[in-house]
């Protein structure tokens, strides 16, 4: 399906951990889940470039600007990554905040957000308001329509790294999408796929598990039902359980 839009993936940056030099990088090797045709990752050197220039101290009037929700993916993080801060948004689902830094994003921490004096809620407040800024400059000409059998599938790749938590924006559905009831899946990061409102189930889990396959750090694994003015979470067919335990 193309870009996954953001690239956290084989470079990791190791955020809220400081030293007297600035933010400390590390890297970690995937070597047992290969990505699949179509999928590409920002190189390790394109993610030192960009973080180069973030400012060191990663204080609130540097980031507020740059800080976007992330859906939690299906692989767990090693041991020794930090805490990622997270919270419940509407439609209930949780999220986690990243800075989004160009090729990838800096995980926000809960050591993070103390130091910036403010709640999780105002975080999630502050993040949601920004994806819907973002949201707007991506146009419905963006999506590409390719049925599979006689099924209308309908994806979205916005090239903001904000595909699939566009599910946290139904107006902003309305407006790419039309109002009509949809199913969404989210397999990638910046990855947001429509199908029929009655499909089956089981078809939305496949083409999901087809498309997640491809990436390491696929997204979890859940429906968005959209009446065409709210979203609502629901179980994806059959539980995915070789993609969950990652």
């Known amino acids: 399906m193309g870009r996954t839009g953001k690239a956290e993936r084989r470079k990791r940056r190791k955020s809220g951990s400081r030293s007297a030099g600035g933010w400390r990088v590390e890297s970690i090797h995937y070597s047992d889940r290969e990505f699949g ?74 050591e993070m957000v103390e130091g910036w004096s403010m709640s999780l809620a105002d975080l999630a407040a502050h993040a949601v308001a920004r994806l819907h800024a973002l949201a707007g400059q991506v146009k419905p000409a963006q999506i590409h329509r390719a049925p599979i059998g006689d099924v209308d599938v309908s994806a979205l790749q916005t090239n903001l790294g904000i595909g699939s938590v566009l599910v946290l924006a139904p107006s ?14 989210a397999p990638m990061r910046d990855l947001l796929i429509a199908l029929p409102p009655d499909v089956d189930l089981d078809f939305a889990a496949w083409l999901y598990e087809e498309i997640a396959n491809r990436d390491p750090n696929c997204l979890y694994p859940r429906a968005f039902a959209f009446d065409g003015r709210a979203v609502t979470v629901m179980p994806l067919g059959p539980p995915l359980q070789h993609l969950l335990a990652g």
């Open 172 to 185: 902003e559905l309305a407006r790419l999408f039309g109002a009509e009831p949809r199913l969404f899946i």
């Open 37 to 110: 045709p179509g999928v590409q990752s920002a190189s390790p050197a394109e993610v030192l470039a960009a973080i180069a220039h973030l400012s060191p101290e990663l204080d609130w009037s540097s980031v507020a600007g740059h800080v976007v929700p992330l859906f939690e993916r299906v692989r767990p993080y090693p041991a020794e990554m930090p805490e990622r801060a997270q919270a419940i948004v509407a439609p209930g689902v949780t999220v986690g905040f990243g800075i989004d830094f160009g090729p990838g994003f800096v995980a926000i921490t809960p």
